[in-house]
C-alpha cells in the first residue's frame, strides 16, 4: 500500500509540475505572439497584407491561415529575403515583398505571430 501511495505521489508531482511547465511556456508564447503583433503593427505590414481579426489592411494580400499554410522557417525567409522566396514560390504579385532588417527578436516574435494565424 505504501508503495502505491509512494507511486501515486510521484505521479501527481510530476502531472503538476508538466502542467506548470505548459502553462509557463504558453504565457512566453502569448507574450511573443503580442509582440509580433506589435511589429506589424510598426512595420505597417497592413499596407501590403490584410487579416481578418484585424480587420484592416489590404485584402490583395491575405495572412489569414498563413501559420497552417507556412513553416516558421518559410515565414522567416518571407521576412528576412522576400527576393528570393518571390524567385523561389513564382509569385507574380506586386509590389514585390521587401526584406526586413529587423532585429532578431523581432523577427521571431513576428514569425510567432505569423504562426498564430491558423485556419479555423
Known sequence: MKLLTNALMTLVAVVVASTSAA???GAQDAA???????????????????????GKGNKK???DGVGTKLTADEIRE??????????????????????????????????AYMQSLKKK
Do not use: Q
Not at 32 to 46: H, P, S
Not at 87 to 94: A, Q, V
Open 23 to 25: 502553462l509557463a511556456a
Open 32 to 54: 511573443l505572439i503580442a509582440k509580433g503583433e506589435k511589429v506589424y503593427d510598426a512595420n505597417k505590414c497592413a499596407t501590403c497584407h490584410f487579416i481578418e481579426a484585424k
Open 61 to 63: 494580400g491575405p495572412l
Open 78 to 111: 518571407w521576412l528576412v529575403n522576400a527576393p528570393e522566396m518571390t524567385k523561389k514560390t513564382k509569385s507574380t504579385r506586386k509590389p514585390f515583398m521587401k526584406s526586413y532588417k529587423l532585429p532578431k527578436e523581432d523577427i521571431d516574435a513576428l514569425v
